[in-house]
């Protein structure tokens, strides 16, 4: 038997699924979306700026980086040792990490783009 809200979340999703229709405007609503005043995505990217540079201070005030790299180093000393990435450079850890900022930053940018958040 099933649970009596499984039940009433198949009975909503089955008549607001009957329900669904589109609308179709020409592009009036993307238009009229446009032209509304920003105002929240201005906030949002200041409030980011300001997390970034809070983060940035208390890693630096708090030797945040130097700690960084040694628990690196020491993570590097422990994976090294084991035999299947014993002959693994360690620039090539550092490229693929600089690859995934790289690629994650220009998914960020192309996201920003396109108005997703």
């Not at 509304?36 to 809070?54: E, F, G, K, M, Y």
């Amino acid at each position: 038997m099933d649970h009596p809200l499984e039940q009433d979340e198949r009975l909503l999703e089955r008549f607001f699924g009957e329900q669904l229709f589109e609308v179709t405007d020409d592009g009036f609503s993307h238009r009229v979306m446009k032209k509304i005043p920003d105002r929240a995505r201005r906030l949002n990217r200041l409030w980011t700026a300001l997390c970034l540079v809070a983060a940035v201070a208390f890693i630096i005030a708090e030797r945040g980086l130097t700690a960084m790299v040694g628990s690196l180093q020491g993570l590097w000393a422990d994976v090294s040792t084991h035999e299947l990435l014993s002959r693994l450079n360690p620039l090539t850890v550092y490229l693929a990490l600089v690859l995934l900022a790289v690629v994650g930053s220009y998914r960020l940018l192309a996201a920003e783009r396109r108005h997703v958040f």
